[in-house]
């Protein structure tokens, strides 16, 4: 690319080139921002489609084992705890406020209040994993698999801190310490650009321990009161293989949108928006309202059955 | 090129500064944002997949030579059919066109200087190389054996590479899915000025087509063969029948991709055949917005037919009779097409060059395959056609008969402008013949056989099917020594036939306005729009070689079009 920047400079194509009064970030085979901003707003939304047809399998399966199994998805809903669901849905629904206040300071191009919007933003989405990891490995102490794997049972899930919790903070710690390590060196250097980047890392990675310390101070609170079923379908498994598919779809999905407000956040701190060139935060924020889009039907469809 | 100057005049300085020598060094290619590297590219990787795949259908067809065991074992016999459909269809006919030969065009005919989205181009050109390593991983370490169509519950036991195969399946389909969000955003937002919906070449709208199908279908195979691959590392039972799963879902699923994936396979390429019926018969199109909603309604009732693949499956009788009803509406849609470039050929000054030539057999051989569909959407027949050679000789009729022809059509029409050298009309011709005959006596008497009982995916056979197998083996290398021929003479071409001019056939669509090759930019001056099909604009200028457009020459060159030459 750069190869090509250089003849694009090198006077071979000058002319051509000046005649668009190009702006910093213009690719160069588009003819002005509004063309560029119009192409990706429909790359955006047109990849939103794939994203809903990509869940769309899912949700079919859903439908129809939920179709041909009723009294399954009635049982199995009992083992979700509602009230962390729901609290999972403040947060999201809370992020995607933070997300649309900080398009809205992107186009205004106060680049400050985008980072600070977006920093937000991704420590919502860090509790929301921490939620979500302390409601996993809770069922997996209590041997609540996918269909093959499914093998309840209740009294094992009274024995203080979960291993599988702890095997699965192993790499948000690690992270942390990484991301806080990178912070304190940057606190050395000039300019305070990396340290509050690598801070702002570091802080959303510390969402993660938010959302698991909520979490387990919750399940500690309610006392470990437990679903105790008299007799449980032998295919309730299937409800679970499809609860981990499409939460742990939605997980992914929430972890890719981390690091695309990474990249915001970077870019916001580097000062790229304008009033006339805004259109990664608005795009990214689109992404984003989608995954928390997605949760809302999750939420329902899963821990809200009758 | 008689005269450089006057030809830098019109076409711009490209033709000594051009896309292939701007820069040098491999990096300049695998970090390109270039869409006409990428096409090259492209091409190269699916001619390579076109080749390890054909190579296997050879074998499969010399196995298939006498009725008992030559070389292959019924397991390798599995394995080989299974690798051959794979890769020909992932790795190589759905990117084929659109892909190779789109990504090259496309924005050269809207008159843009790239697409929408250079970086997207690139990766999903990586994701294409990916995703056919895992594939090719999958044939090395463990083989596969389930057929392209990975049927459950047979792909949850097969000890063969399932999971690899399918991942890699599954990264293909996002490299399609990218090709396609930029065809449409580039289509959308990027055409030159004048240029509206209903100015655009019909290949575009072909590709247009195509992008929508990819986006909208290409997903629901992402999460179906996700789902496949957790099923068989965990058994989550959803398509497993032994833990309560439904194995006739996966079916419909994969269906519902796969169908609509046979219109991203035909779609580009009759798109391809449209402008070159047009150009070779020197005539307007026929029809042109029928042409053009005929590629989208194709296109939608693409999405509502997919039950026809599962006629024998248990479903509901009901469902049987309505999507058997709605292939038929395919036909109809498929039929403009054909009645429009037969018209647009009919009292057209037709130039039976190499492209046109395989524009004809195109004609011919997807009018085989296109109406022996009808066949199989009839219920009764069907049932007796169900998984024998009739099934296989049809859809080869459309994907090979089809696809294949369009493509080599499209290589030959557009290879002049890719790399500024021309071919040798006789190699094309020769080129054409071989496929088009060995294609014929490999698939016809496949659909004899099939309709006498012959069953598909058999490594033995009864010996009165034995004739019959063996003109298919014939045929079948006939037509693998025409496309060695084919490509060798594209190669040779490449770098050693004689160079020539920018417009050599008096196309009047916009990449024709450039050099060939094309300079770094497409395009060195501004893109005049002219109509695609209004060839009165395109004079002969016998100084350049030629065609130019007639506000470029003196007044009084001649309006008659020059046939293109030929031997």
């Not at chain 1, 698991?212 to 409800?239: A, K, N, Q, R």
């Not at chain 2, 030809?7 to 491999?26: C, I, R």
């Not at chain 2, 190779?100 to 924005?107: D, M, Q, R």
């Not at chain 2, 036909?331 to 009292?347: E, G, Q, R």
Request: glycine letters at 10%.
């Amino acid at each position: 690319m750069s190869i090509e920047h250089g003849v694009h400079h090198d006077g071979l194509h000058g002319d051509h080139h000046d005649a668009h009064h190009h702006g910093k970030f213009i690719a160069h085979h588009f003819d002005s921002a509004e063309q560029q901003f119009d192409a990706g707003k429909m790359g955006i939304w047109v990849f939103l489609v794939t994203e809903v047809l990509f869940f769309s399998g899912l949700f079919c399966a859903y439908i129809l084992y939920r179709y041909h199994h009723p009294e399954i998805f009635v049982q199995a809903h009992h083992f979700l705890d509602k009230v962390l669901g729901a609290g999972n849905t403040i947060v999201l629904l809370f992020s995607s406020l933070t997300m649309a206040l900080a398009v809205r300071a992107s186009q205004l191009g106060q680049n400050r209040s985008v980072a600070i919007y977006v920093l937000i933003t991704m420590v919502c989405a860090s509790i929301f994993l921490g939620v979500k990891a302390v409601e996993y490995t809770h069922k997996w102490d209590m041997g609540i698999f996918v269909r093959s794997f499914f093998q309840y049972d209740d009294h094992h899930h009274a024995e203080g801190i979960s291993r599988y919790l702890i095997l699965a903070s192993i790499v948000p710690g690690a992270l942390l310490a990484c991301f806080g390590g990178l912070a304190l060196l940057g606190m050395t250097s000039k300019g305070g650009f990396e340290k509050a980047f690598w801070g702002g890392m570091a802080i959303m990675v510390l969402g993660y321990f938010i959302g698991v310390g909520g979490g387990m101070f919750y399940m500690g609170m309610s006392g470990g009161e437990h679903y105790t079923p008299t007799e449980l379908h032998h295919d309730i498994g299937i409800f679970f293989s499809i609860y981990y598919c499409m939460t742990g779809l939605h997980a992914f999905h929430v972890i890719g949108g981390i690091i695309a407000l990474a990249w915001i956040y970077y870019r916001s701190l580097a000062c790229h928006w304008r009033p006339d060139y805004f259109g990664p935060v608005d795009n990214v924020g689109l992404y984003w309202h989608l995954v928390d889009l997605i949760w809302i039907f999750l939420f329902p469809l899963l821990y809200l059955i009758n | 090129m008689s005269n450089p100057s006057l030809a830098q005049q019109y076409f711009g300085h490209a033709a000594q500064h051009n896309y292939l020598n701007v820069s040098k060094g491999w990096k300049s290619w695998a970090f390109t944002l270039d869409h006409k590297r990428i096409g090259v590219m492209y091409l190269i990787g699916v001619t390579f997949a076109l080749l390890l795949a054909g190579v296997f259908a050879l074998l499969l067809r010399a196995e298939l030579f006498t009725p008992n065991k030559m070389f292959l074992s019924e397991a390798q016999y599995n394995q080989m059919f299974t690798l051959h459909g794979a890769i020909m269809v992932f790795a190589f006919i759905i990117p084929s066109i659109p892909a190779a030969l789109g990504n090259f065009v496309l924005p050269m005919m809207l008159g843009a200087k790239d697409v929408a989205f250079p970086r997207l181009n690139l990766m999903s050109f990586y994701l294409w190389v990916i995703g056919t390593i895992f594939l090719v991983i999958a044939m090395i370490t463990n083989s596969l054996d389930t057929g392209w169509t990975f049927y459950t519950p047979y792909s949850i036991r097969t000890s063969t590479g399932v999971v690899a195969a399918t991942f890699g399946a599954f990264v293909l389909g996002f490299s399609s899915i990218f090709t396609g969000i930029n065809f449409l955003v580039t289509v959308h937002t990027m055409r030159a000025p004048g240029m509206g919906w209903f100015q655009m070449p019909l290949f575009i709208w072909g590709l247009y087509a195509t992008a929508i199908i990819q986006v909208l279908a290409t997903p629901v195979l992402g999460i179906t063969l996700l789902m496949l691959i957790a099923e068989r590392l965990l058994h989550i039972g959803i398509f497993d029948p032994k833990y309560g799963g439904d194995p006739v879902l996966f079916q419909h699923f994969f269906w519902f991709y796969s169908h609509p994936a046979v219109y991203i396979m035909i779609l580009p390429g009759m798109g391809v055949i449209s402008e070159l019926i047009s150009v070779y018969s020197r005539k307007k199109i026929f029809g042109y917005s029928f042409i053009a909603f005929s590629s989208v309604a194709i296109a939608i009732l693409g999405f509502l037919v997919w039950g026809h693949h599962m006629f024998t499956s248990g479903q509901s009788e009901l469902v049987t009779l309505i999507f058997s009803a709605i292939t038929f509406t395919v036909a109809i849609p498929s039929a403009v097409k054909v009645f429009n470039w037969l018209s647009t050929m009919y009292k057209g000054c037709i130039a039976l060059v190499t492209p046109m030539l395989f524009a004809m057999s195109f004609i011919f051989l997807f009018g085989i395959g296109g109406l022996t569909g009808l066949f199989l959407a009839t219920l009764r027949t069907d049932i007796h056609l169900h998984d024998t050679y009739f099934v296989v000789a049809h859809f080869h009729y459309v994907m090979v008969g089809g696809t294949l022809t369009a493509l080599f059509g499209g290589l030959f029409h557009w290879w002049p402008k890719m790399f500024g050298r021309m071919y040798n009309e006789l190699c094309g011709k020769i080129t054409c013949l071989l496929v088009f005959v060995g294609f014929n006596v490999t698939f016809f008497p496949q659909f004899v056989m099939g309709s006498r009982g012959m069953p598909r995916r058999y490594a033995r056979y009864d010996i009165e099917f034995e004739a019959f197998h063996q003109w298919s083996t014939i045929g079948a290398m006939i037509l693998g020594v025409g496309v060695v021929i084919g490509f060798a003479t594209l190669v040779y071409a490449a770098f050693r036939g004689p160079r020539c001019a920018g417009n050599p056939f008096g196309a009047a669509t916009l990449e024709w306005q450039s050099s060939s090759p094309p300079s770094f930019h497409n395009f060195d001056h501004k893109v005049e729009f002219t109509s695609p099909y209004d060839f009165s604009t395109q004079v002969y200028d016998e100084e350049l070689d030629s065609y130019v457009h007639r506000n470029f020459t003196a007044p009084a060159k001649p309006a008659v079009p020059v046939q293109p030459q030929s031997i």
